[in-house]
């Protein structure tokens, strides 16, 4: 399998953006799951193969999910950045397809990356 790699991470001041971006996207289902220190990882955004969405509730309206097919690559724009964003960012694939409820669901998830690190300091 071709692996997930994300990339996009650093430290940012509160109110600041990034974008992260994962490769290897090909899958119906992809999403965003995150894990700060001492926390357990939570899914942040998902998106299938026709553009539903899904979000958590705490980033709705700052984050965006996306996706390029031709460039087979996973985005999650963030902005209104905030300290309690900061964790460890995963990009991950699903071979299932999901009604979007089920879309951050970590347990129908069958392929990680290694994660990408945001720091947002206040």
């Known amino acids: 399998e071709v692996q997930l790699v994300e990339s996009g991470g650093g430290s940012v001041q509160a109110g600041g953006s990034l974008r992260l971006s994962c490769e290897a996207a090909?899958?119906?289902?992809m999403a965003w799951f995150r894990q700060g220190a001492g926390k357990e990882r939570e899914g942040v955004a998902a998106?299938?193969?026709?553009?539903?969405?899904k979000y958590t509730d705490s980033v709705k309206g700052r984050f965006t999910i996306s996706r390029n097919y031709g460039k087979s690559t996973l985005y999650l724009q963030m902005d209104g950045l905030k300290p309690e964003d900061s964790a460890l960012y995963y990009c991950?694939?699903?071979?299932?397809?999901?009604?979007?409820?089920?879309?951050?669901?970590?347990?129908?998830?069958?392929?990680w990356g290694q994660g990408t690190q945001v720091t947002v300091s206040s």
């Open positions: 991950a694939a699903s071979s299932l397809v999901l009604a979007v409820e089920e879309g951050l669901a970590q347990r129908w998830y069958n392929r």
């Open positions: 090909t899958a119906y289902q």
């Open positions: 998106i299938d193969a026709v553009g539903q969405t």
